[in-house]
């Protein structure tokens, strides 16, 4: 009925609407685990004199026809497998007209929005007006809200757009004010929660190009130690046995503690060294000809110096105007010094596809923030302009978050990756660096649930996860398990009292994973458990107390270099991967994960839960009391059902504490043989994964 009335109600729910490719049914996990999901409290009208920018949606064309030729492209029994669409093709078939479009922006006029922009395939018309005006336009009040504490703009009901321009319109951004966030993980002070220090790179940038300046102990897991920790005055004392995480506290460049990767050392261990000495012609296997495009928001206002710097002390090619570019689809971008993380960001994500993919074009696209509305003009920008054929996302939101609040956005997102998968491009995506996202749903968002992340649950997109990494001597790796990370508190500041009982701190971080209550489980997943869309897909180094280093400018300090992981920098590290693939394969590829499933058993090394003989132990004793032991598990907790884990001794080199850090314990994920839910099918395998994925096209 909704198509009939002169009324249009939006609702992406209903099928007249064109960008639904998957039936979103009701969010069935909260309800069947009889969890809650929050209200938010109304404290009010927004502003209406507040200015706020729109992206007003147009329906796709055809979008049955459209969905069954993207099905049949990745179907390598489909006569049109792998023969993407041309954006010519797209236009005159799929995308909405420019007619329609004037239609939309008429009727922006005429509720006194201002037209910033329509992309060039007609798909969004932003716009820029009051709070008075967008709801006039749009036909709903849009409230000041709190959720879980926080304040945050959202509309009373879905808009409703009367007149000519109701029928063309599938949704609308920015009525609701919530954001992406980003996947960047510094290593933190287990006592403040904050970031570690960094240290001043000072001489580095004149360091001769034919060498690499070593900074951080490249041994996060030493041998087995035995601490003893006493009470002054004749106190309790503890006695504590077990493998050791990273370097002494004391120790200065190159072993700065704890520990942290170099690109070489890195490059080494996935085996890509191997990899660059194979050649295509004349040109190295490196991912020369190819464009690694970045999405990401604010940016760095030194991204070119601080690459730099990075690419000198790592050996690599320097970044110039003929192999490095920035666009900027929504405006001028700058951090300013007021983006948060945004600036690490962006130079984690360059300087970590440059390490993998030292040949390959880098082109960073800039939201002018990290607003959806921002974020997602920058990927549809990346897209419809084909600047190159994989695109790394390092940033999103909880996938139940936008079930609850932002359905829309939902649609909004699988169709720009249904989109980028049509023209042969791959948008990889970060699964996020909160496990099961339990405890951030809870704590951000008043949500008792789990849930993976979204954008990453696309069944168009690809999901990246992320590991724990450690590396022998020569830099081959020792073993790998799924990134998730415990702490417990075992003695105090020197002269280091014996904590009793042990602190436990819980949950630190881990990569995002599980499964969409959302989407479907697509074709290429066919063999994975479940219903819904699986995530991750595949992984790569994301831990940050096994992490890699990277290069920042603070505007007090000068350059500075600190240890960094997430999902994040999985991400970009995969993208690059692909763009090398796509080297080697001579033509575009289009989205990774349909081909990952099939790939032969030396393509991609599994994961596994690991655990040692060297996990940590202790007896505690007391005075007057008998000894007793603190077990392996006891100092791991919460387990949370994982059975197999790493733990190690860990002093802290910000307070001098000492701690028991856990690897493999990823909230209620699991790491395991073939795909599990952390690390999805393993890690890359340098170059039988390059030439598997070659041999396996038609």
């Known amino acids: 009925m909704c198509c009939k009335t002169t009324k249009y109600v939006l609702s992406v729910f209903v099928a007249c609407i064109a960008l639904a490719l998957i039936a979103l049914p009701a969010f069935a996990q909260g309800a069947k685990a009889g969890r809650s999901l929050p209200h938010p409290q109304l404290l009010g009208p927004e502003n209406l004199s507040k200015q706020i920018t729109v992206n007003v949606w147009l329906k796709q064309h055809n979008k049955a026809a459209f969905d069954e030729l993207v099905r049949q492209m990745y179907d390598k029994n489909s006569p049109t497998y792998h023969h993407w669409l041309t954006p010519n093709e797209y236009k005159l078939k799929f995308a909405p007209t420019d007619a329609e479009a004037a239609t939309v922006r008429q009727h922006l006029a005429n509720n006194n929005l201002s037209v910033v922009s329509t992309d060039k395939f007609n798909h969004v018309v932003t716009a820029r007006g009051t709070v008075a005006d967008v709801q006039r336009a749009f036909g709903v009040q849009l409230n000041r809200v709190t959720v879980n504490g926080a304040v945050h703009r959202m509309p009373a009901a879905e808009p409703a757009i009367a007149g000519p321009a109701a029928p063309l319109v599938a949704t609308v951004q920015g009525l609701a004010d919530l954001s992406y966030h980003n996947y960047f993980q510094r290593r933190i002070d287990p006592d403040t929660g904050k970031p570690e220090p960094m240290v001043p790179v000072k001489s580095a940038a004149a360091a001769p190009t034919s060498s690499v300046v070593k900074f951080f102990n490249a041994n996060c897991y030493g041998a087995r130690q035995t601490k003893f920790f006493t009470t002054p005055g004749g106190g309790p004392h503890a006695v504590y046995s077990g493998a050791r995480y990273g370097n002494n506290i004391n120790a200065g460049p190159p072993n700065l503690p704890p520990c942290g990767y170099d690109a070489p050392q890195i490059q080494v261990a996935y085996g890509l060294k191997a990899l660059y000495s194979q050649k295509i012609g004349k040109q190295r296997l490196d991912g020369t000809g190819q464009t690694v495009v970045i999405v990401d928001a604010f940016g760095n206002d030194n991204i070119l110096n601080d690459s730099n710097i990075f690419s000198q002390i790592n050996a690599l090619p320097p970044l110039t105007s003929g192999n490095f570019q920035i666009f900027y689809p929504t405006g001028p971008a700058s951090c300013g010094g007021v983006c948060g993380s945004w600036a690490d960001e962006t130079s984690l994500d360059v300087q970590w596809a440059h390490a993998v993919a030292p040949g390959a074009n880098i082109a960073l696209v800039l939201g002018v923030d990290n607003s959806f509305t921002a974020l997602d003009l920058a990927n549809l920008f990346a897209i419809e302009n084909l600047i190159g054929p994989v695109i790394s996302n390092s940033f999103g939101i909880p996938e139940i978050v936008l079930a609850q609040y932002l359905p829309s956005e ?3 997102e699988n169709s720009l990756t249904q989109l980028a998968a049509a023209l042969g491009i791959s948008l990889d995506v970060s699964t996020g660096d909160a496990g099961d996202n339990l405890i951030l ?58 904590v009793i009982p042990p602190l436990q701190l819980g949950f630190q971080g881990g990569a995002g994973g599980g499964e969409s209550q959302v989407y479907v489980k697509p074709p290429y997943q066919g063999g994975l458990p479940g219903v819904g869309r699986q995530t991750p897909d595949i992984s790569y180094v994301a831990d940050p107390f096994t992490g890699v280093e990277y290069i920042i400018t603070d505007p ?29 394969a001579g033509t575009w590829l289009g989205q990774a994960a349909p081909l990952l499933y099939s790939l032969p058993p030396d393509a991609i090394n599994d994961v596994l839960a690991v655990t040692s003989p060297d996990n940590v132990t202790g007896t505690v004793y007391i005075p007057k009391n008998p000894p007793y032991t603190e077990s392996a598990d006891s100092l791991a907790a919460p387990l949370d059902g994982t059975t197999d884990y790493i733990s190690a001794l860990y002093n802290s080199p910000f307070s001098t504490r000492w701690f028991v850090i856990t690897f493999g314990t990823n909230s209620s994920l699991t790491t395991g043989p073939g795909w599990d839910n952390t690390t999805g099918l393993g890690t890359p395998n340098g170059a ?11």
């Open 441 to 498: 749903d809870n704590v951000n968002f008043g949500i008792d649930s789990v849930s993976p992340g979204a954008n990453a649950d696309s069944p168009y997109a690809t999901a990246i996860g992320g590991t724990s990494l450690f590396l022998n001597s020569d830099r081959s790796i020792k073993f790998q398990t799924g990134w998730g990370n415990n702490l417990t508190r075992i003695a105090d500041v020197t002269p280091n009292p014996p």
């Open 410 to 412: 939902l649609v909004v």
């Open 556 to 584: 007090a300090q000068g350059p500075l270099i600190g240890v960094v992981g997430g999902t994040s920098l999985s991400c970009p590290m995969f993208s690059a991967l692909w763009a090398i693939t796509t080297q080697a």
């Open 688 to 698: 039988a994964f390059v030439a598997d994925v070659v041999g396996s096209l038609p």
